[in-house]
Structures are given as C-alpha cells and as structure tokens.
C-alpha cells in the first residue's frame, strides 16, 4: 500500500518537513538510473540507483552518523543494553546497504567515543566484544557487497582481539571501492587535531619545517581522515534528539550540514534516511562565502 | 484627546499615534507642545511596561538554568536585504539594530558572555565593494561602542575582538584595539566579536603558537598536549558556549567554534537575522534547559 505523510515539525527546526513516501511494496518506487560518477567503478550488475525525489548530483560524497539513541531504545521497551545495541547493529547493516545502492561513497560511523571510556566496565566491554563479533560476521558480507573497512580513532587502547579483528578486516577488504565503511572507535576531534599538532612539532624539531611554514593544509594532512584520502563529511546525522556535535569530528565540520532527528539510531531505517537527504539537498552550500 | 498604542511582540518597540478631532485641530499651536510632551510620556511608560513584562519572562526562565555563553551566528542580512527590496547593506544595518536588541536581552537575563561571528575570513572571498561597505559598517560601528551612552557601558561589558586581526585594514584593526583598551575595565559582561575569524584559522594559529613556545626546548616538542593548544585559542579568554543560535534556518557551523562547541546546544531558527526577536532568545533559552539534564550526565560520564 502506497501512503503519503506529512510529519509535524522538528522540534529544533522550523524548516518544513519534506513529503514523505512510505511504502510496504519497494517495486513501487520510482528509481532513476544514473552513471556512478563516485570514487570507484561499482561492478555492472549493481548499478547505482537514486531514490525518487532525490537529484543525483547533490546526493553527498561523504555521509556521517553518531548512533545515538540505542540504550534509550532498550530502556524504552524495558531490554537490556544489549538488545539496544544489538538493534542499532542491524540498523547500521540497512544503512550501508542503501548508502550503497544509493551512491554514498563514504560512510562514517561513531562507534566508540573518548568520553565512553567513562561508562561502566561491563558495558564498555560488551561494546568491545560486540564490535568484534561483528565484524567478524560481517567481513564476508564487504567482501560480497565491495565495502572496504577503515578504522579511525586510537585503537592502541582497545583490546588485542579487537585489534586483530580490525587489521584482518582493513587488510581483507583494502581494495573494496563501492562503499567505503569508516568506523570511529575510541576517536575524538580533539586527540585527532592534538595528535596532528604532535607531529607537526616533531617535524619542527627536526627542522623540517619551520612555525611559519605551517598552514592550514599541512594539519589537513596530518588527520586521520586525510591521510586514507577521504574527502570530508558533506552531511552529518545525529539521531536521539541530541542537538550537538560530541567531539566526533571537529576540524572536518567546518562546512558539514548538520541534521538532528529526534529518531532513536534502532528506529533509524530507510524512511529517515531519505528524509535527511531531501533536507540536505535542500539546503544553500556556500562554504563560508 | 485620542491616543493609539501598539507594542511590537518583543516589548522593545512602542508606536504612539496621536489623533485629533477637527475641534482640536484649532487650539493645535497652544496644546501642541504639551501633547508631545504627553506623547513622551506615555511612550516612556510603555517601553517601562515592556522592560516589565521581559523581566517577568526572565524570572520564569531562571528558576532553571541559565546559560553562561550564548554565541550568534548572524546569518540572514543579505537575504533579508533581497526580500524587501532594500539597497545592498542595508540588510547588515537592520542586522545591526537586531544585534543591539539580542544583545540588551542576554544581559537583562544575566547571560554574562556572548560571541557574535561577524566577520569569517571566507567573507573576504565576496565582492570587493561589499567587503569594502562591510568593513566601514563595521568600523562605524567599533566606534559607536566606545561612546558613553553605548551598551557596552550601559551593561559595563567588556569587548574582546576575537580572530586574525592582521588582515583587517588598519583603520579597522586600531578602531577594534581602541574599543578593547576602552572597556578593559569592564567587569559585569563580555562580549566576544569574532572578525577575520574562522575556527580552523584560530587552531592552526593555536599549534603554530605551541610549537613557538617550546622552541627553546625542542626535546619537548612531542610533549604537545590539549591544554596547550587551549591556552592559545583566541577564545581562551572565554568559556565554552552553551548554546549557539545559527538564523535563518541552516544547521551549519561555517567554521565558528568548532573546538569550543563540542557539548553545545545547537539553536537554528529559520528567521533570518534582522527578524530575529525576543521569542528565540526565550526559545533558545529553553532548548538549553531541556538538554541541560543529560548534558550534566554526559559530562559526568
């Protein structure tokens, strides 16, 4: 059944809410085939599709999401934590198989935050332990959908097996070009500008550059992001209500459009998703000018 | 005698219009003074309502929490300009009147720091006339500031001009350092005016100033830490904002304090700038309030 439905209005926001088309039968979307003119050539059979009401060319190179919202949910059906975390894996799951039909070139996620090493332990550990699994479930499934798995963050404090799972995925999916899966674990603006600082310093003592040489350009380059070539978030998603940024990214922000939904990241599918990109594609890029 | 009132929605505006019958007209030249001196009056007793009715309102709000930093990103003017027809800049001198209004609301209220992003160094990319009509504006208005009857001495509020004060034209820069030496003793407020700023300009001169500090003891070069580089923020000199209200719709931080608004409420109303009134303070105020809760917890975590 085709229906139409005109949401109330965000409540940070005043900006009117788009049209939305949900549907339970997905042949009757109208889809638009369109050249893939991204990063990589995905393979001939699945070719890029861009949902109806959306324009190609301002769909966003780089997408970002903080996944806020799942022990919320949990605690709103009265589950445990897990269930909520668990929930939000599969939702991330539905995203990046949409932001792969879709054309989205890169997708970054905040997994783990600096400021959640202050959680209690069982569930810092249960974060961990869940990463792991997934991607140790999920590595076959990039493999077959081409997403290639970067990590960015300091993970010199997580544990080993982690570890392991991580260098073994980055390695087994390196030349993945569809979809690239960006996973911030235990990352934050800050230490990503402090350690760019650090060895900026370390290039000043060695007397590769002086202070006045050092510009705006060279921290760029001294940022995790930048240093796998990925071009810097065009949208940035927080679900839950939550109107800030959090430390997850920062000197990448500058120019991002930011979009904040009251959804919880479980509840977070295929109808949000396009709401955001409509209001995206809405907005007036100026870049500061 | 007939008099008609209207206040404006932010209580700041009062219209008096005097009507006079076709018997009054006659004894016009006799009564004329007087009834512009009544009319004076009277328009002082309704500003004096209006200062009451928003003192009211400022009550209800401070039972909860206030915000410390509230910063404004004044987007709008152009457009503004645009929809009515008006000649270029005369959106940005609407805008201004705005400022002064916001302004005299935060410091009713008690909010004892406000940042204004009126300049970015990305501006300067724009027409060389509008930059130059800009950056007259501006210095008109650095000037304006110093004056006795300003608000900044009315509400004993300290100017801090915050950014890469080097690519201003001279004429700007001495007008800006005159004002900051002005109201150095100022204590009650602080208004922080970022001009040639961008968030990305003030951390790169951040690590420059860091690597600087230590270069007579290079072995501590790697020793580079967060604190280090908030020290030399141009920003250092305020704390972290608590909310920041963007006009005109967009949800985008255009590279204004961006390391400070890690645990800041963002505020983006779809007015444009020079419509920008009482009710979004309030508004503004209130969105503060309903994630001041989980804020604390977070930062408790």
Not at chain 2, 18 to 25: A, E, M, N
Not at chain 2, 220 to 235: A, F, S
Request: with cysteine; charged share 25%.
């Amino acid at each position: 059944m085709l229906s139409l439905s005109f949401s109330s209005p965000f409540p940070h926001s005043y900006l009117p809410k788009p049209l939305s088309l949900s549907t339970n039968n997905r042949r009757l979307h109208v889809f638009i085939k369109n050249q893939f003119t991204g990063a990589g050539i995905p393979s001939p059979e699945e070719p890029v599709v861009t949902p109806a009401g959306l324009r190609r060319e301002l769909m966003p190179k780089h997408m970002a999401i903080i996944m806020d919202g799942n022990r919320r949910w949990a605690r709103s059906r009265r589950l445990m934590p897990q269930a909520g975390y668990l929930a939000g894996a599969r939702a991330l799951k539905k995203v990046m198989e949409l932001c792969s039909k879709w054309g989205i070139q890169v997708l970054t996620v905040f997994a783990f935050s600096s400021e959640n090493w202050l959680r209690p332990k069982i569930e810092v550990d249960l974060l961990m332990g869940l990463l792991a699994n997934k991607l140790k479930d999920e590595i076959d499934y990039m493999g077959r959908e081409d997403i290639r798995l970067s990590v960015i963050g300091d993970v010199s404090k997580i544990p080993q097996s982690l570890r392991e799972f991580i260098t073994h995925g980055e390695n087994t999916t390196k030349n993945n070009s569809r979809l690239n899966l960006v996973i911030a674990i235990n990352y934050s603006g800050k230490y990503d500008i402090v350690q760019a600082c650090q060895s900026i310093a370390l290039k000043v003592k060695d007397g590769v550059v002086e202070p006045e040489e050092i510009n705006e350009l060279m921290i760029d380059n001294e940022l995790g992001m930048k240093s796998m070539q990925l071009p810097y978030p065009d949208l940035l998603i927080r679900t839950s209500g939550e109107v800030r940024v959090s430390n997850f990214f920062l000197w990448q922000l500058a120019y991002t459009e930011l979009y904040f939904t009251e959804t919880l990241w479980p509840d977070f599918g295929e109808d949000e998703l396009l709401r955001a990109l409509h209001v995206f594609q809405q907005r007036r890029r100026r870049y500061g000018v | 005698m007939n008099l008609h009132c209207s206040i404006s929605s932010d209580f700041n505006h009062v219209q008096v219009h005097h009507i006079l019958s076709f018997d009054q007209v006659q004894h016009e030249n006799q009564t004329s003074f007087k009834l512009i001196m009544d009319a004076k009056k009277i328009t002082q007793i309704y500003e004096g309502l209006g200062t009451l009715a928003r003192k009211c309102i400022f009550s209800i709000l401070s039972v909860s929490i206030i915000p410390n930093h509230i910063a404004f990103i004044m987007d709008g003017n152009r457009r503004y300009s645009k929809q009515h027809n008006l000649i270029q800049g005369a959106g940005h001198r609407i805008g201004f009147t705005s400022l002064m209004s916001m302004l005299k609301y935060c410091y009713e209220l008690g909010i004892k720091y406000v940042t204004i992003y009126a300049f970015s160094i990305e501006n300067f990319k724009r027409s060389p006339e509008e930059v130059q009509s800009l950056m007259d504006l501006i210095q008109e208005k650095i000037e304006g500031l110093i004056k006795e009857e300003s608000i900044v001495n009315q509400y004993g509020v300290r100017v801090y001009f915050i950014g890469n004060l080097k690519l201003l034209s001279k004429p700007v820069r001495l007008a800006a350092e005159r004002a900051m030496e002005a109201t150095a003793k100022n204590s009650r407020a602080v208004l922080s005016i970022c001009i040639a700023y961008t968030s990305t300009d003030e951390i790169l001169n951040a690590v420059v100033e860091s690597c600087e500090e230590r270069w007579d003891d290079k072995s501590e070069m790697n020793l580079i830490g967060v604190e280090d580089i908030e020290r030399h923020m141009y920003m250092a000199v305020t704390p972290d904002p608590d909310v920041i209200i963007r006009t005109s719709g967009e949800t985008r931080l255009s590279n204004f304090l961006l390391w400070q608004s890690g645990n800041c409420v963002l505020y983006s109303p779809a007015v444009l700038w020079p419509e920008i009134g009482f009710r979004h303070l309030v508004q503004a105020v209130l969105e503060f309030q309903k994630h001041f809760g989980y804020l604390r917890k977070q930062k408790r975590i």
